[in-house]
């Protein structure tokens, strides 16, 4: 099951339901119809919007691509006010634990990004990241602490800190901490024709 971290500021699990519900509607589609551009079931979104379900990343995702608006018109807590739109603080990103471990994902990016998004994502020992999200574009990153295993396309990799990589988003990919001691690792998200330089 994906949880919302009880940590994110602004009670942002509360509101997850209520921003897809209104998104929705100012669009003037139904529950099935966004379920349909969102390829998820129209019990999963109705289930959103009435706080009963946990979406995980990945269905978010599909979501507000469906809405056509960025992740974070889903998630975000309020803009900070005081700075400009291309800073991030600490305090404000948002959070989302996955799983039963669970895994710990701090979205980095400033609010409103999608073609380059960066996330922290912290695996607790004996983990794995299985909720990916593959589309066009690339994936990269670096490993800060602990040691990981990376699938791509059925090729492992073992990483250790210092260690970085990049692959294209198109293939199957998964994240794996098979060590006793926490692993961090910092992923970028690069969307859109990204494949010849990044």
């Known amino acids: 099951m994906v949880q919302i971290a009880a940590t994110m500021p602004g009670r ?19 529950v099935n119809a966004l379920a349909a551009a969102a390829g998820v079931s129209a019990g999963i979104v109705s289930q959103i919007e009435r706080d009963r379900a946990n979406p995980s990343l990945n269905t978010i995702e599909k979501i507000a691509i469906a809405l056509g608006v960025t992740t974070d018109a889903i998630l975000a807590s309020e803009p900070a006010t005081s700075d400009p739109p291309f800073v991030s603080r600490p305090a404000r990103r948002h959070q989302i634990s996955v799983g039963t471990a669970p895994i710990l994902k701090e979205m980095m990016s400033p609010a409103g990004q999608r073609s380059l998004r960066m996330m922290m994502i912290s695996l607790p020992p ?24 990376l699938i791509v396309d059925g090729q492992a990799a073992r990483l250790f800190p210092g260690d970085s990589f990049q692959f294209s988003s198109l293939l199957p990919h998964s994240l794996h901490n098979d060590a006793d001691i ?16 990044f």
């Open 12 to 30: 942002l699990a509360d509101l997850i339901g209520a921003r897809v519900r209104t998104l929705r509607n100012a669009r003037g589609m139904s």
């Open 126 to 149: 004996r983990s794995e990241n299985l909720d990916v999200v593959i589309g066009t574009g690339q994936k990269a990153g670096w490993v800060v602490e602990g040691e990981i295993r």
């Open 182 to 197: 926490p692993a961090r690792v910092f992923w970028i998200i690069a969307e859109g024709a990204l494949e010849t330089a």
